[in-house]
């Protein structure tokens, strides 16, 4: 018992170190972009422009709010967003976001299309009339622009409306050696191929 009594007795005179915090610093950097707008000091930095007046990514950057006020999306918002709110109050659409028609089947001589500005599109099937399957999502890309859905059979079949590809530039040289896994669909005869 004696051993335990000097114990406590020690711990109980040590006094108790709180553990020291290193201060945290902040540090903020402004950077600003080069572009053909240069607001003189005092004036917005950006500019409101009408959605037919956009012409160059400099022109989707937003004036901001004034001092001490909660800015609006409209004040805030900038790029592709800013493009979207813009297109929105003029009743434009910008991204096609209405959902694909349900109503029908797609076949490969009338199959149900969507347009990409990219080199893949995810589309998810839900089979016709509507619900009528859990979402089946199937992936089309410029390579293989049709894509039959396994639970109803509907075909989908993407446009590419994005930039032309220019061949000019050596850029699209470097390749990173992906191939899509061969499937069962590669060992089709051509005859059988879509066309």
Not at 28 to 38: E, F, I, L
Not at 50 to 69: M, Q, S, V, W
Not at 85 to 90: A, F
Not at 150 to 161: A, K, N, P
Request: charge should be negative; charged fraction near 30%.
């Amino acid at each position: 018992m004696s051993v335990a009594r000097t114990a406590f007795s020690l711990v109980r005179r040590v006094p108790f170190q709180a553990a020291r915090v290193a201060p945290r610093t902040f540090t903020t950097v402004t950077a600003r972009r080069a572009s053909k707008y240069d607001p003189k000091p005092g004036d917005p930095e950006g500019k409101l422009l009408p959605f037919e007046e956009i012409k160059t990514e400099a022109d989707l950057i937003p004036p901001g709010a004034a001092r001490g006020t909660v800015p609006t999306d409209l004040e805030q918002a900038t790029g592709l967003e800013r493009l979207e709110i813009l297109g929105k109050m003029q009743g434009i659409d910008i991204f096609d976001m209405s959902p694909l028609p349900s109503d029908r089947l797609g076949t490969f001589d009338d199959p149900i299309t969507v347009k990409s500005a990219g080199n893949e599109y995810q589309v998810g099937c839900t089979g016709s009339p509507a619900d009528s399957h859990n979402v089946k999502w199937l992936v089309l890309s410029r390579k293989r622009p049709f894509e039959r859905c396994l639970e109803c059979g509907s075909v989908y079949r993407m446009d590419y409306v994005g930039p032309p590809d220019q061949h000019d530039d050596h850029h699209g040289d470097h390749h990173h050696g992906f191939e899509e896994p061969k499937t069962m669909a590669d060992f089709v005869k051509p005859e059988y191929w879509y066309r």
